[in-house]
């Protein structure tokens, strides 16, 4: 029903824009979700520009999913910008390149906005802005799949959506899980954060390019790109870049948070669902985001690492909201300044956006790959909801995309019954907070979830 659903509206929907179509799938959204205020004006409207040159970077060696790298210099040597600083021979893993020209100062331990502890190189800049990696034009017809794979994995290219997943692995499905389409996500549904829809503006034939290459590495016949509705310019410029490519189709999508989860994204475009526990190469897709498409063109194209990144800095707390490209290993403070400092004294300092973002205790801490905004909160609006008890309207229930009941999880872990807890699929849970921000109670769903996750891990790994 829901395909023959699909079909017709795909069909019924299709606009034709010059000679360019767009799939309309703002009708085939998933069930639940919630529509936070979206913040985008505060930064939708500055054009990605360059960040100041850091005096002082600190590289973290574990900014990927997998095993962390070793440094591969010692203090005092020269390094050179896109020059292998860490490394590792694990086959889930990254290099981790300097982002800057000068001298290793320090290898030493730092705090990442993520909360972990990691080995850092700190390298200081000597002003010279000297590459060490020769730059190129590469054409994609010269490449195999298997040169192409292995320029990703050079490259140091993880999701630059969050996950932080090497992108070599994601491209290398095993035998008996083939791909046939590979979707660029641009939905970018995290309120505030607008570097994936300037992204998009600005270079959306290096996007187009960059599927290309992933689609060739993959074997895959279709290519998507999925953008919210609320980001017409952005449609509109994919659109117009996608022209002529007869297998890429770009298509709008219902403005609602999740909608740029992965298995959100499968869902609406493919109409096919990823099992629990299972991954968009089971349903023979592979999303990767837009900053992270970026990389893979810069790599394969021009032989460049990624060593740099479009971060949003917004928020109404801060003077001047901007989307920068930023060196890897950047001082946040140095990014504070840039933005023109507070304007008024800030209550929250969060990594990444509202709803999945992590807060910061310090600004003594370095950006990674894997952050994409910096997101600076008033004191009213970081003050804490107040707390009370459950009234069992189930609105957290409906929200949650993934189809779980947050209040019984939470009551399992108030109880510290984890058992009963697993019971209810927290493991599942995409930590969305979408059930914590409609809950009427306030209750803390998200972080109850997370600690029943973390009980349910720890007993796992003691019975293997
Ligand atoms: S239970 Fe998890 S997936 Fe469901 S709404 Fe809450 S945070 Fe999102
Ligand atoms: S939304 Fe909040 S108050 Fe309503 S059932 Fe869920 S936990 Fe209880």
């Not at 896109?82 to 730092?110: D, L, Y």
């Not at 107040?386 to 872990?413: G, W």
Request: charged share 25%.
């Amino acid at each position: 029903m829901r395909e023959a659903l699909a079909n017709a509206n795909r069909f019924l929907h299709r606009k034709k824009e010059k000679e360019v179509e767009i799939l309309d799938l703002k009708n085939l959204t998933f069930r639940g979700g919630v529509h936070p205020d979206g913040n985008k004006d505060l930064s939708n409207q500055a054009p990605i520009t360059r960040a100041k040159e850091p005096a002082l970077v600190s590289i973290s060696m574990h900014q990927h999913t997998g095993a962390p790298c070793e440094p591969t210099v010692q203090v005092g040597d020269t390094v050179k910008i896109g020059q292998i600083i860490g490394n590792t021979e694990a086959f889930v893993s990254a290099p981790i390149h300097a982002s800057i020209s000068g001298t290793v100062k320090e290898i030493t331990t730092i705090t990442t906005p993520t909360g972990m502890k990691t080995k850092a190189v700190v390298i200081e800049n000597d002003g010279r802005e000297e590459l060490g990696y020769i730059e190129m034009d590469r054409k994609l017809e010269d490449l195999s799949a298997d040169e192409l794979k292995k320029i990703v994995r050079d490259a140091g290219i993880t999701g630059l959506g969050g996950a932080s997943f090497p992108a070599h692995v994601k491209f290398a499905p095993p035998a008996d899980k083939p791909i046939d389409s590979v979707i660029i996500n641009g939905s970018e549904c995290e309120p505030y954060l607008t570097a994936d829809q300037l992204t998009m503006q600005t270079w959306p034939e290096k996007i187009i390019r960059a599927l290309e290459a992933i689609l060739k590495i993959l074997g895959a016949p279709n290519g998507y790109i999925v953008i919210e509705d609320n980001k017409p310019e952005a449609i509109k410029a994919m659109q117009d870049a996608a022209a002529g490519h007869a297998n890429i189709q770009v298509a709008a999508l219902k403005t609602k948070y999740p909608q740029g989860d992965e298995k959100r994204v499968i869902d609406v475009v493919l109409n096919r669902q990823v099992p629990s526990g299972g991954l968009p190469m089971d349903v023979g897709a592979v999303v990767s985001n837009v900053s992270t498409a970026i990389a893979v063109h810069d790599a394969v194209y021009r032989n460049k690492p990624l060593y740099e990144r479009v971060i949003t800095l917004t928020g109404h707390a801060l003077a001047e909201p901007k989307n920068l490209i930023v060196k890897m290993g950047t001082p946040l403070e140095e990014l504070i300044e840039q933005a023109g400092g507070f304007r008024e004294t800030p209550g929250k300092i969060i990594s990444g956006g509202p709803m999945m973002g992590m807060a910061q205790p310090t600004l003594h801490t370095f950006t990674i790959k894997g952050m994409g905004g910096l997101l600076v909160l008033t004191e009213e609006e970081a003050k804490k909801p107040k707390t009370s008890n459950c009234i069992n309207c189930a609105r957290c229930v409906e929200a949650c995309p993934v189809r779980l009941e947050p209040l019984q999880i939470e009551r399992a872990v108030n109880a510290l019954d984890f058992d009963r807890a697993e019971a209810y699929r927290p493991l599942d849970c995409i930590e969305c907070g979408a059930c914590s921000y409609t809950c009427p109670a306030k209750r803390p769903l998200v972080e109850a979830i997370r600690l029943a996750k973390y009980e349910i891990r720890a007993k796992m790994q003691k019975a293997r």
